[in-house]
């Protein structure tokens, strides 16, 4: 839950929209909910404007699953890194709106598109070899809500001139 959700969420309290019984089963989980085997952060996007970034190397699919699942209900935009094929087809395939990125091992879902950034981000990587790493950092930067330029294959020549 962001401070606009809450925002909303406090307006519709106060307007009678919602009783107060249904906004405390809303934020019944706030900040952190207890899977077993992880604790989702709901209160991040609260405190540091994006919400919990799901690192999937060492969890099951399954598991991540789990965790974007919940991290859904509250988050519009969910960002899932270090997945593989396996992971990514879970993920893809048991929650609607995902995207699996296969170069980077990113799953996102980008329901949010909105530009809050003052600038633009320029990614850059010297070589092939770096673009997984670029396409990671662009997909991150796009969903907490910047403009992203990415330039690919520039070459360590051109990385020295940048310098």
């Known amino acids: 839950m962001d401070q606009e959700q809450l925002r909303s969420l406090f307006e519709q309290v106060r307007s009678g929209a919602v009783d107060i019984d249904a906004a405390i089963v809303r934020m019944r989980h706030m900040p952190f909910e207890d899977l077993g085997f992880a604790k989702v ?4 996007a609260l405190r540091h404007g994006m919400s919990e970034v799901i690192f999937a190397k060492g969890k099951t699919p399954e598991q991540v699953v789990a ?6 209900e509250n988050s519009r935009n969910v960002l899932i890194t270090r ?13 609607p709106g995902g995207e699996y990125l296969p170069l980077s091992g990113v799953v996102r879902f980008w329901r949010d598109r909105t530009i809050r950034g003052k600038g633009k981000i320029a990614v850059v ?6 673009m997984f790493v670029a396409e990671e950092a662009q997909v991150t930067a796009e969903l907490m809500g910047n403009e992203v330029e990415t330039i690919n294959d520039i070459g360590v020549a051109g990385i020295h001139r940048l310098m």
């Open 41 to 44: 952060d709901h209160h991040r």
């Open 67 to 72: 965790i974007a699942e919940r991290l859904l």
């Open 83 to 95: 997945a593989d094929r396996e992971c990514g087809a879970a993920v893809i395939g048991k929650l």
């Open 125 to 130: 990587c010297a070589g092939t070899s770096d």
